[in-house]
């Protein structure tokens, strides 16, 4: 929906058989008070759930420019704020990318991202609303793609580290679907779906990939995942559902 108006949210939140619902606080679709009481009206009378997406157009907490970094600090607590208000069980946050200056500060921006996510998940723990953290795809220059990636973040995090939102697209672009799930099956509480060739993260509806989506249910199934999956495709979104619900993860 993005890019569309904000009243075509509403619309399709009250025409369409879902129940769970991921509002991404970004462009046209941008929280304020008053749209959060808006949806707050449709998730009482409809009795939704939402988990809440991050700002990410823009938006690089791994910047280690001082100044730059308080503004991108602010418009993340005010949309984990947002989140709460809209009784959110999770906001999903982006831990972002290598910057221009990156080969001049080797592992600074790795630093930075740590440091703005465990700020992050403090609010979010203060206010009722769990941070998580999304795997990244290929070939972006971003910081936390691979089990390797995810790795050095639980060994170098202090405190109790956020659990994953788990995009299946974006780990098919490492080719890491089944060990992602294999390894992180522990941390992983909320899933995005998307379908992809496997060289870019392009957002095609389910089954317009190289995606094994049978497999991945067979393996949900057994690992007795209980929480979401959020399609994520740009089109076809009804086909996506449809293939989703008939996979029964």
Not at 57 to 83: P, Q, V
Request: aromatic fraction near 8%; charged fraction near 30%.
């Amino acid at each position: 929906m993005i890019g569309k108006p904000f009243e075509t949210l509403i619309d399709s939140i009250k025409k369409l058989d879902v129940s769970t619902w991921e509002l991404v606080d970004e462009d046209t679709l941008r929280l304020d008070k008053r749209r959060v009481q808006r949806l707050n009206e449709q998730r009482r009378s409809l009795e939704l759930s939402f988990s809440v997406h991050c700002p990410f157009a823009d938006m690089n907490i791994a910047t280690f420019n001082t100044d730059l970094r308080k503004l991108l600090l602010k418009r993340m607590l005010k949309s984990i704020e947002y989140a709460s208000l809209l009784e959110a069980k999770f906001w999903i946050c982006h831990p972002r990318a290598h910057t221009a200056l990156s080969y001049v500060h080797p592992g600074k921006d790795w630093t930075s991202s740590l440091e703005t996510i465990e700020i992050l998940s403090r609010r979010g723990e203060d206010l009722g609303t769990r941070v998580i953290v999304e795997n990244m795809p290929n070939p972006f220059p971003f910081l936390m793609k691979t089990l390797s990636d995810f790795d050095r973040f639980y060994s170098d995090f202090r405190g109790e580290a956020p659990d994953i939102a788990f995009d299946i697209g974006h780990a098919n672009t490492s080719n890491q679907v089944i060990e992602f799930l294999d390894k992180w099956r522990h941390k992983i509480v909320h899933i995005h779906a998307h379908d992809n060739y496997g060289r870019s993260d392009e957002h095609n509806a389910i089954g317009h990939g190289t995606i094994n989506w049978r497999r991945i249910a067979s393996k949900l199934s057994r690992l007795s995942y209980d929480g979401s999956v959020v399609i994520e495709s740009i089109e076809k979104v009804d086909e996506s559902l449809s293939r989703i619900r008939k996979l029964s993860i």
